[in-house]
C-alpha cells in the first residue's frame, strides 16, 4: 500500500519514505498540475481527509466523480455531500480509517460495488449541473410562495 499526500508538506518517517509520495499543493490552474491531481484521483482506491472541521470541500465531489471512495469524518457539512455507504465513510480516528481499508482490500466485489455507488452519486447530485438545477428548483420554490 502507498499513501500519496497532496496540499501540504508533512515531514515523512525515514521508514516510511518508500511508501509514502508528498506532492504539495497542486494547483488545477496549471495544466500539468492539474494533469497529475487528476491522475491522482483516477488511480487511487481511497481518498482520505481525516478534517477536524469543514463546510463542503469540492475535493469529495472531485474524488466521487472519478469513483473514488471518500473516507473522512462527519463534521460540519461534510455529510451533505459524503453519504455514508454511498461514496463513502464517515469515520472516526485513526483505527477506523484503517479499518475500512483493510475491510475493502480483501473484498474486491464490495469495493466495485463502491466505485460505482460513488460515480453515480456524483452523476445524480455532485455536479456542477445538478447543483445549479437544486438551486433553481430551491429559488423558484421560494418565490412563488
Given at each position: 500500500m502507498t499513501l500519496d499526500i497532496v496540499g501540504c508538506e508533512?515531514?515523512?518517517?525515514?521508514?516510511?519514505?518508500?511508501?509514502?509520495?508528498?506532492?504539495?499543493?497542486?494547483?488545477?490552474?496549471?495544466?500539468?498540475?492539474?494533469q497529475e491531481l487528476e491522475e491522482l484521483y483516477l488511480g487511487s482506491h481511497f481518498f482520505l481527509l481525516?478534517?477536524?472541521?469543514?463546510?463542503?470541500?469540492?475535493?469529495?465531489?472531485?474524488?466521487?466523480?472519478?469513483?473514488?471512495p471518500v473516507l473522512t469524518r462527519g463534521v460540519g457539512?461534510?455529510?451533505a455531500v459524503v453519504e455514508d455507504g454511498?461514496?463513502?465513510?464517515?469515520?472516526?480516528?485513526?483505527?477506523?480509517?484503517?479499518?475500512?481499508?483493510?475491510?475493502?482490500?480483501?473484498?474486491g466485489e464490495a469495493y466495485r460495488t463502491l466505485q460505482k455507488s460513488s460515480r453515480?452519486?456524483?452523476l445524480r447530485r455532485l455536479n456542477?449541473?445538478?447543483?445549479g438545477d437544486g438551486m433553481t428548483t430551491r429559488i423558484e420554490t421560494i418565490?412563488?410562495?
Open positions: 508533512p515531514e515523512i518517517p525515514e521508514d516510511l519514505e518508500g511508501c509514502v509520495t508528498v506532492h504539495g499543493f497542486l494547483s488545477k490552474k496549471d495544466f500539468a498540475e492539474r481525516p478534517t477536524k472541521a469543514e463546510c463542503v470541500g469540492s475535493v469529495f465531489c472531485e474524488a466521487s466523480s472519478a469513483g473514488l457539512g461534510v455529510p454511498v461514496n463513502g465513510f464517515l469515520l472516526d480516528g485513526p483505527r477506523a480509517f484503517a479499518d475500512m481499508i483493510l475491510r475493502f482490500a480483501g473484498d453515480e452519486l456524483f456542477w449541473q445538478a447543483i418565490t412563488l410562495r
